[in-house]
């Protein structure tokens, strides 16, 4: 299975306080035989060093001007075509904003243009930023462009204050990477899964039922790493209060028999996963709603 292992990354690193935790994502990334790259703007020279950026990529640093030697070797082509994949983190509102308009005219927005690779941004930055009709604005065009975005996460901030906007954790950096090139492999597309989650409801009359306690969270986090992975995934579930995306197929219902009728019409499945809180019994159903002793008496 094709993973995150040896792959080569160019990291473009912007400037913002979260540039220091890419020296933590650059030693982890070399500890799976990654293959890295960097450029640094020049606002992220205040927050990291080239030379610490070296010693643990074990590679040339190139920052953001024109460098006379470098284009007459056209590095903002090669680079562009060298790498599996160019992730920028942190990536800053500025940043984004140059991204959503194609701007060109130094060597790290050159090196994007000319790029014909997947490319994972890491946004980070004050919440009321984040929030800006401008920024919100510059992402709905970077999503129409295919760029990927991981994060941000909410949180306490680096400025006090609390909200979306924080970089995402290094953890999360490289789970997203690692599924990104399982998925690509593509190896599981032909393989259906099958998820029940949630509670059934079993109505005793209009206003009554019968149900066990479920949340749904764990069959839908099982569907959600499955179809991240690359698998045919469909969840069959019960009642929740999930918001579910809109990339995972969902059929939704409300009794025990729904929910077997549901499953087996999507079968053959190459797995099945069964986290249902399924009611064990089914009472007889009444159209009017019962009066409190006749249903004492049906208990």
Avoid at 47 to 65: G, W
Avoid at 176 to 181: I, K, V
Avoid at 255 to 284: G, H, R, W, Y
Avoid at 292 to 299: A, E, G, P
């Amino acid at each position: 299975m094709e993973s995150l292992d040896k792959k080569k990354i160019l990291l473009i690193i912007s400037g913002g306080i979260s540039a220091y935790k890419t020296l933590d994502l650059i030693r982890n990334l070399k500890k799976r035989e990654c293959e890295i790259k960097t450029i640094l703007t020049e606002s992220a020279k205040e927050f990291v060093t080239s030379l610490s950026i070296t010693s643990l990529s074990q590679n040339k640093v190139y920052e953001n001007h024109f460098d006379v030697n470098n284009e007459l070797e056209m590095d903002h082509i090669t680079l562009s075509r060298w790498s599996d994949i160019i992730l920028i983190a942190p990536t800053t509102a500025n940043l984004l904003s140059r991204l959503a308009n194609g701007s060109a005219d130094d060597f790290i927005s050159t090196v994007v243009s000319a790029s014909n690779k997947d490319i994972f941004l890491v946004p980070a930055m004050n919440v009321e930023m984040w929030n800006k009709p401008a920024t919100k604005e510059n992402i709905k065009k970077l999503h129409s462009y295919n760029y990927k975005f991981i994060g941000p996460d909410s949180g306490d901030l680096a400025c006090g204050e609390v909200g979306e906007g924080k970089m995402s954790s290094i953890n999360e950096i490289e789970k997203t990477l690692e599924l990104y090139f399982i998925k690509k492999n593509n190896s599981f597309k032909n393989k259906k899964v099958l998820v029940t989650a949630g509670p059934t409801k079993e109505y005793i009359d209009p206003i009554r039922y019968i149900s066990n306690e479920s949340s749904g969270k764990q069959g839908y986090e099982i569907a959600k790493k499955l179809l991240d992975a690359g698998f045919d995934t469909t969840l069959v579930t019960g009642p929740t209060n999930i918001n579910y995306p809109k990339e995972l197929k969902v059929i939704k219902v409300i009794a025990a028999e729904e929910m077997l009728q549901a499953c087996q019409k999507l079968l053959p499945v190459n797995i099945a996963i069964c986290t249902a809180a399924v009611v064990d019994f089914s009472p007889e159903y009444k159209k009017e709603k019962l009066k409190k002793i006749t249903l004492l008496i049906m208990i």
